[in-house]
């Protein structure tokens, strides 16, 4: 069974520094992995995704991940951050079973400070 | 393109009361579905999927169910509400390649 896990529970960062947010899973197989955002009272919007080819993925906002088979990670950046980029973000890893199974991480809150 | 309906969008009920959150999807065909939910501070449980009409399989034993009687058409539904039902729903869909694709979710609190 694929699993998640978020090491930062918490993250503050001063605009316009830059950013990044950790996430490592565990599956034996190839996975697809996923960021989202969630502002809050929101749904959440995927931000970009990994299923296969280069390892380095550009997503909307301006953010990337990278994968890392050696490390089972699946980090988060982006150069330059907005005041606007303060949300909750997920990390996902995808199994197809019959149904695509999509285990979530358990979220890292970024705060940004003016 | 694709989108997906989430309503009500709100919504207090009283304990013991019954729930029905509806979910619709356009711009696609026998898409899989799903119902999260999210508890105040904390990450996503997956509640219930499908991939296709009638096919609803369960992932928590819970007091909540779920229905899909159109093929883009998915319902949440309790005959009796408990205050730890309490929470964020989240409907989704997918189809392949693979990615979820949320609603706006729903706000429940049971008083």
């Known amino acids: 069974a694929q699993s998640v896990t978020q090491p930062d529970i918490h993250i503050t960062v001063s605009e316009g520094a830059s950013l990044e947010l950790r996430c490592n899973y565990s599956y034996g197989a190839t996975p697809y992995l996923f960021w989202y955002v969630q502002s809050p009272g929101q749904g959440l919007q995927l931000l970009l995704k990994y299923f296969s080819g280069d390892t380095l993925v550009q997503g909307i906002k301006g953010f990337e991940a990278e994968f890392k088979r050696s490390q089972s990670s699946f980090n988060l950046r982006k150069p330059s951050v907005h005041w606007s980029d303060a949300a909750e973000y997920f990390c996902a890893v995808g199994a197809k079973t019959s149904y695509d199974k999509v285990i979530f991480g358990p979220g890292t809150s970024l705060s940004v400070i003016p | 393109s694709q989108t997906i309906h989430q309503w009500p969008a709100t919504l207090v009920q009283p304990v013991g009361s019954p729930l029905s959150l509806e979910c619709t999807v356009e711009g696609t065909s026998n898409p899989n579905l799903y119902w999260y939910r999210q508890a105040a501070g904390r990450g996503l449980q997956l509640l219930f999927y499908s991939v296709g009409i009638g096919q609803i399989s369960s992932e928590v034993p819970q007091n909540l169910s779920a229905s899909r009687p159109q093929d883009r058409q998915f319902i949440l539904s309790s005959k009796k509400l408990l205050l730890s039902d309490s929470g964020f729903y989240l409907c989704?869909?997918?189809?392949?390649?693979?990615?979820?694709?949320f609603g706006e979710g729903s706000w429940l609190t049971v008083v």
């Open positions: 989704a869909w997918s189809v392949p390649p693979y990615t979820i694709y």
